[in-house]
C-alpha cells in the first residue's frame, strides 16, 4: 500500500524546521510538491529526493533506532557581503566535501544585506554540527 504524502507540517517536524522555512522550499522549488486545494502534499520519494538520501523507515521501524540530530541557526551581524560569501563558501565546501558514508549534514545561509546580517542554517547529527561551529568559530573573527 503506498503511503500518504506528507503535509508541510509533518515534513518541518521530520526536518526539524519551520513550517514557513518548508514553505519557502515548496515556493523555490527546491522541494517538489503537488498542491491540493490550499494545502502542499510532499511525497515520500519527493522529500527522500530533497534530502539527498532515503527518508527513513516507516514510524515503527524508526521507534527501534536511536537517532540523534541537531538544527542550529547561527547568526553573525555586522558581516560585509565579501565575507559573508567566503564564510558560506567554506561552510558549504566542508559539508560537501564529506564521505558519502557520513551522515547527511545540510548547511544554508542566509544573507540580509540591509542589516549586514548572515544566518547559517546546520541540520545534522550533533558531531557534525560541533565541527561545523568549530569551523565557524575559527573563521569569523569577533570584535574586540
Do not use: C
Amino acid at each position: 500500500m503506498p503511503q500518504q504524502p506528507y503535509s508541510v507540517e509533518q515534513v518541518a517536524n521530520l526536518l526539524g524546521l519551520h513550517v514557513k522555512t518548508v514553505r519557502t522550499y515548496v515556493r523555490d522549488g527546491r522541494l517538489k510538491a503537488v498542491r491540493i486545494g490550499k494545502q502542499y502534499r510532499i511525497a515520500r520519494e519527493d522529500l527522500e529526493a530533497f534530502l539527498g538520501q532515503p527518508a527513513g523507515p516507516p514510524a515503527a521501524e524508526t521507534a527501534r533506532r536511536r537517532h540523534v540530530e541537531a538544527s542550529s541557526i547561527v547568526q553573525i551581524d555586522g558581516i560585509a557581503p565579501d565575507e559573508m560569501t567566503m564564510l558560506g563558501n567554506m561552510l558549504m565546501a566542508a559539508a560537501a566535501s564529506r564521505s558519502p558514508a557520513d551522515r547527511p549534514l545540510r548547511v544554508e545561509t542566509v544573507y540580509d544585506e540591509e542589516r549586514a546580517s548572515l544566518k547559517i542554517i546546520i541540520v545534522g547529527g550533533v558531531a557534525d554540527t560541533t565541527e561545523v561551529f568549530r569551523l565557524v568559530t575559527t573563521l569569523v573573527k569577533e570584535p574586540a
